[in-house]
């Protein structure tokens, strides 16, 4: 049967992977290629490649970091962050990304999303939603924008949804009131989305043991876990990650 | 002109950068040529036919540039790799925008039913069918595995990412299943010409031993 998947997330800025707690505090965690070929060694499923590159300036070094990283990793790679127009999911295509994830350009033109999806194909197509627990509107969970800085009014179930109709082939949803936490994922939140659609969703956010990423597939539904600073500081490697999980009973690539 | 060892089929859908490095990785001293020149595919020794998006609009692409018949000729006559559209476009028919393909083989490419599809736990099952899956290599029907799958331990994990999945009329030319829930047919063999619907590119240390098993396959 299919495997439950396993992606660590790189966040990289100025060429180099960092992780933060809510978006705060870097810490530099290495080069991006040594840790993509370390993942892909311990048996990754994909990566994800988070561009938070602040200045402009330095906004080719990821094309540049994915090309290196595509022509000796051969596992999916997923890249995301400030793409903002067709042109960019082409660019990042053609560097060697298989998917790219559009996040804030999602809910600011979502017709950006319908056109990637019809020209590239829906397979290449993440939407990243970022969401929040609110009690200020009449749904449990709102989208957020620009780093979680933004509401946006969304309910993110809904979302979800009106994003799948328009053409995206995955959903990576993060829990803004979890990412950088280590207290696990938001499960009510994947479940609610994951029941609510077709296609698979990748739980982010809040990743601190192995329980949690077993909780993200057994109550949350996910199809698969996606998890940064567990991996990048020794804590766990991805082999183990994954043998605790077929441990618990789910079905793993190993 | 320099000889062109493995051809990747270009007609203008989806990154090919995938295939034509993996190509490269496993077979350095290969020159491998990502085309959409008629001629080339006519003078390639081998030929990779890739394929991402909707299918209709790969067969109208594939139109579009004049290579529909440079492709069938190869197929017909030189060690030939499909690879997921690249699978079903040798079809007949898909069910995917009612589309004809280029009906090198007789059956149809169906989706995968999105209602009722549960795993062992009651989960839903999604689609696309995508992640990593295991794929059976269909000894039971061939004495000996085929040449593709030297070295790639039986049920194997490869790559997936589809909604849509081949079923042939003729069940000789299965070469390989995986199961989701359903079985459904993820390789097909006969003679020169090898196609699955898993992405052999992106399927790690098993992905890239079938790639170099292609590139050394004398059928």
């Known amino acids: 049967m299919l495997a439950k998947r396993i992606i660590p997330c ?42 938070i590159t602040a200045s402009s300036d330095n906004r080719g070094l990821i094309l540049h970091i994915i090309e290196e990283v595509a022509s000796q990793v051969f596992i999916p790679l997923t890249v995301g962050g400030g793409v903002r127009e067709v042109e960019d999911v082409r660019r990042l295509l053609n560097a060697g990304a298989d998917k790219v994830s559009i996040n804030t350009t999602a809910v600011l033109n979502p017709q950006m999303v319908q056109d990637a999806a019809s020209r590239f194909g829906s397979q290449c197509i993440v939407v990243a939603i970022d969401a929040k627990k609110v009690d200020n509107q009449p749904f449990e969970w709102e989208v957020f924008t620009h780093g979680g800085r933004k509401a946006t009014g969304l309910d993110a179930v809904k979302w979800a949804e009106y994003m799948a109709k328009l053409g995206a082939g995955e959903l990576l949803v993060t829990s803004m009131d979890r990412d950088g936490t280590k207290i696990g994922f938001n499960n009510p939140l994947n479940r609610a989305i994951s029941n609510a659609v077709d296609v698979p969703i990748i739980a982010s956010g809040g990743v601190g043991n192995l329980q949690h990423l077993v909780d993200g ?25 994954k043998e605790y999980m077929q441990r618990n009973g789910i079905e793993v690539r190993l | ?32 040529l990502v085309t959409s020149n008629p001629a080339d595919i006519e003078n390639a020794d081998r030929i990779v036919f890739p394929g991402q998006g909707a299918m209709p609009d790969c067969i109208r ?15 017909g006559n030189k060690p030939f790799l499909g690879i997921c559209i690249g699978l079903q476009m040798l079809f007949e028919h898909s069910e995917e925008g009612d589309a004809a393909g280029l009906g090198l083989f ?111 396959w004398l059928p």
């Open chain 2, 106 to 216: 007789k059956g149809n490419v169906k989706r995968f039913a999105t209602v009722d599809m549960h795993d062992e736990n009651g989960e839903k099952l999604k689609v696309p069918h995508m992640g990593w899956n295991q794929v059976y290599q269909n000894r039971n029907q061939q004495s000996e595995a085929h040449a593709l799958w030297s070295n790639i331990e039986d049920g194997a994990r490869f790559y997936y990412v589809h909604s849509y999945y081949v079923q042939p009329d003729d069940t000789s030319i299965i070469g390989g299943y995986s199961e989701y829930p359903q079985q459904f047919t993820s390789a097909i063999a006969q003679d020169n010409l090898f196609a699955v619907q898993f992405h052999p590119e992106k399927s790690a240390t098993a992905g890239l031993q079938m790639l170099s098993n292609f590139v050394n």
């Open chain 2, 61 to 75: 692409e594939l139109d579009a540039r004049g290579l529909r018949s440079s492709v069938m000729h190869a197929a």
């Open chain 2, 1 to 32: 002109m320099k000889k062109i060892d493995i051809a990747v089929v270009d007609y203008g859908m989806g990154n090919l950068r995938s295939v034509s490095k993996a190509l490269e990785h496993v077979a350095p001293n290969k020159n491998v």
């Open chain 1, 10 to 51: 790189l966040d990289v800025t100025d060429g180099r992977v960092v992780k933060g707690i809510n978006f705060l505090e870097l810490r530099d965690a290495g080069d991006p290629v040594e840790i993509a070929k370390r993942y892909d060694d311990q048996g990754a499923d994909e990566l994800t490649f988070l561009d």
């Open chain 1, 217 to 241: 597939v057994k109550e949350g539904g996910a199809d698969a876990v996606l998890a940064a600073s567990i991996f990048h500081y020794g804590e766990y490697t991805v082999k183990q990650a």
